[in-house]
T-cell receptor, first 114, second 113 residues
Framework: DTAVSQTPKYLVTQMGNDKSIKCEQNLGHDTMYWYKQDSKKFLKIMFSYNNKELIINETVPNRFSPKSPDKAHLNLHINSLELGDSAVYFC?????????????FGDGTRLSIL | AQSVAQPEDQVNVAEGNPLTVKCTYSVSGNPYLFWYVQYPNRGLQFLLKYITGDNLVKGSYGFEAEFNKSQTSFHLKKPSALVSDSALYFCAVRSGGSYIPTFGRGTSLIVHP
């Protein structure tokens, strides 16, 4: 069973389009995250939700909007896609936000903007 | 504030030899330290963590790490490297007062047959 699953795995689209990435975790974790990994493999936190409430919102363009319908799901919607949005987006979850529990990552969504 | 440094972009080692991937950190208060591994086209996988207790922490796939408070380091080690250990390794640190960890830039480990 996949613990953290993201769909789609690959996303190729044109500049200016709107797209969504879905994430689900079946681990019963309270906290979920979105990360962006650039071409140099640098990981940057974008958002974090704890029990459906936003707790971290880093400096991310407001074209990016996370939505958490329940604590097992954290989706990412991106408006007006730009070339610089091309990256791999990772969803992750952890048992809680405040203790020393590790994060569990999905296998990523590879977004390519044409 | 919290930060982590992985001073080597790449580490090369021969199969069967011991390996070390370096990590140093800066954090206010006591650190929570983690190592993750990323294989091509996969997400990060948790290897081991240090929260408190013994300075030598053992993790998955035969890896271990040593917490050194005076040197603010948390180097990843393995006594005998395998070709299948070749991957990208990330060190991460979180302070007790922070919700999210800070990741290093990653070290590519290449194990030669």
């Amino acid at each position: 069973d996949t613990a953290v699953s993201q769909t789609p795995k690959y996303l190729v689209t044109q500049m200016g389009n709107d797209k969504s990435i879905k994430c689900e975790q079946n681990l019963g974790h309270d906290t979920m995250y979105w990360y962006k990994q650039d071409s140099k493999k640098f990981l940057k936190i974008m958002f974090s939700y704890n029990n459906k409430e936003l707790i971290i919102n880093e400096t991310v363009p407001n074209r990016f909007s996370p939505k958490s319908p329940d604590k097992a799901h954290l989706n990412l919607h991106i408006n007006s896609l730009e070339l610089g949005d091309s990256a791999v987006y990772f969803c992750a979850s952890s048992q809680d936000a405040g203790q020393g529990q590790p994060q569990h990552f999905g296998d990523g969504t590879r977004l390519s903007i044409l | 504030a919290q930060s982590v440094a992985q001073p080597e972009d790449q580490v090369n080692v021969a199969e069967g030899n011991p390996l070390t991937v370096k990590c140093t950190y800066s954090v206010s208060g006591n650190p929570y330290l983690f190592w993750y591994v990323q294989y091509p086209n996969r997400g990060l996988q948790f290897l081991l963590k240090y929260i408190t207790g013994d300075n030598l922490v053992k993790g998955s796939y035969g890896f271990e790490a040593e917490f050194n408070k005076s040197q603010t380091s948390f180097h990843l080690k393995k006594p005998s490297a395998l070709v299948s250990d070749s991957a990208l390794y990330f060190c991460a640190v979180r302070s007790g007062g922070s919700y999210i960890p800070t990741f290093g830039r990653g070290t590519s480990l290449i194990v030669h047959p």
